[in-house]
């Protein structure tokens, strides 16, 4: 019997050409609506616009009047569009004594913030250095025993650290809450810095070394231009985190100094008079715009960081 | 001290990392212009002797001494060495040209000196065009080139590199393994060379240190290594495939193991014949010859082809005797095939004899 493969080579042949151009060819064709992304972007849609919810209220009734407040529409947009709360809530809102709104605060939490965030990035990229690259005796117990102050509850050191400053004599002033933060600032920053340079390689600073650059010189000219990402992400976690403190801002300074965030409770929460709930909500964006921003600008140049730090090829 | 045909010379080093005795009393004495290769696998200390004798590790005891000048306390930078390292170590942030510079500016030079030197350097290294560009426009090659360029600027009487070719394709391995060759006699500087890759050793070296933890085996030229390996670990270092070892006992001139009975007549004992010993026989597979050559040969063996390799040049073959393998390696021109009966011969001249104990050469 004679076997029909070989019989049919050649039309096979000619049928394999065919087939080979009316089968799949090219990319496989995506179908944009399938179950999963309908549930997939429909779950994240949703959940997304529960979050945006508050902050959408927030700017909305921040925008209005109060008589259109009282009315209760909470959901509404404003029919009337006034900045009228946002320049209360920055020049005029009273706290206390002080009747000239959130602008003070916040040039506290500047005055507060950018030492700070200043004084501990560069003493912990510099201990961080120090640990990774020029193990010195005892390193590792130092290092163990920095890192064990994150896991201390801030309560336990707070009236100790009242006591150093009165000592200090500078308990009520910005100094005093600077040093306070740059300290608290220090275990998860060193940490943060060290396991960075470690991940760098280790022959570029042995190169460096060869070539006779010492400790500053290669902190300075090799590892800090290689380290834009890591300042990029200490500085996101040191602005976030100390402007947006509270407890060391109401314990360590007067309140004259307050810090925004101490005086939006402030206004927030005075007692006496009309709850003006459009300032309270312009007071409380204003005070979070800083944080925003800081996220908003650094994201950027987080990726550029990124990018520009690679080392192999 | 200032016996200037040594350029570097170690003495008694010793290093620990905590309770590990990384080197144990190593001596070694390396001439001016030689080129020394510090053969040995991962973990036997060979990169830790680079960095001990580069500075960048405190040793334990014993000193260092670079140019008649002891500089076991001395920094990287004053001990006038210069290194290069398997991962280039560019500066990424600095160009060429700032990479070649930035040790110059250190030590304080002057800024015409500085061009001078680096002008000279790119120039020796054939790396002008690049000397603007930042290391990540570069490929492997480019980038160990200035590596390389980097110690040539320093005018240094020793080079150090480990490892160089490692993080390079096969390809441009043999290039640059060529170039090295090529600048040393260019140079006549003083080289240690740290490498895990054989044929790197054998082609650069002028003398070869093999290390195994943290002990130079054998220390000698290429042809030396080859051809009387001092112990057994060298002997199966060397040469790839891997010298044949037939376990056995040595009776005068008898030599008796898996492959039967055999003379030994001629073979150049290191001293005096020993009586009757456990052995270990070696034999390299391209001093294996095969087929009509065999018969020739005082020592013949029949076997079975079992595996084959054809390299193009060389074919491999795996064979069998009795139950005992061994590899022969063959002209490339030669057709075997799995199951063929091949005719094998050696002389006596060519093997090896190692003590079975203690796996000194006999």
Redesign the interface.
Known sequence: MANPATLNTAAASIDAVGGMLDGPQGPKPRKRFTRNNIIIYGTLIVVALYYLLPLYVMVVTSLKGMPEIRMGNIFAPPVEITFEPWVKAWSEACTGLNCDGLSRGFWNSVQITVPSVVLSIAIASVNGYALANWRFKGADLFFAILIFGAFIPYQVMLYPLVIILRELGLYGSLTGLVIVHSIFGMPILTLLFRNYFTSLPEELFKAARVDGAGFWQIYFQIMLPMSLPIFVVAMILQVTGIWNDFLFGVIYTKPDLYPMTVQLNNIVNSVQGVKEYNVNMAATLLTGLVPLIIYFVSGKLFVRGIAAGAVKG | MNDLTHSVEIKNLDLYFGAVRVLQDLNLTIGKGEFLVLLGSSGCGKSTLL?CI???LDVTAGQIHINGKNVTWA????RG???V???Y?????MTVEGNLS??LK??GLPKDEIAKRVARAAEVLQIEPLLKRKP?ALS?GQRQRVAIG?ALV?DVEVFLF?EPLSNLDAKLRADLRVEIKQLHQQLGNTMIYVTHDQIEAMTLADRIAIMKGGLIQQLASPDEIYNRPRNRYVAEFIGSPTMNMIEGALAGTMFSGALGEMSVEGYPFDGDAPDATPAVLGIRPEHIASGSAAETMPIRLDSTVDLVEPLGSDTLARVTVGDSRLWVRMDGQISVHHGDPLPLGFEPARIHLFDKATEERL
Do not use: H, K, T, V
């Open positions: 960095n580069a500075g960048l920094e990287p930078s004053e060495i210069g290194m390292f398997q991962s170590a560019l500066y990424p942030q930035f040790g250190n030590a990540a492997g980097r320093r480990d």
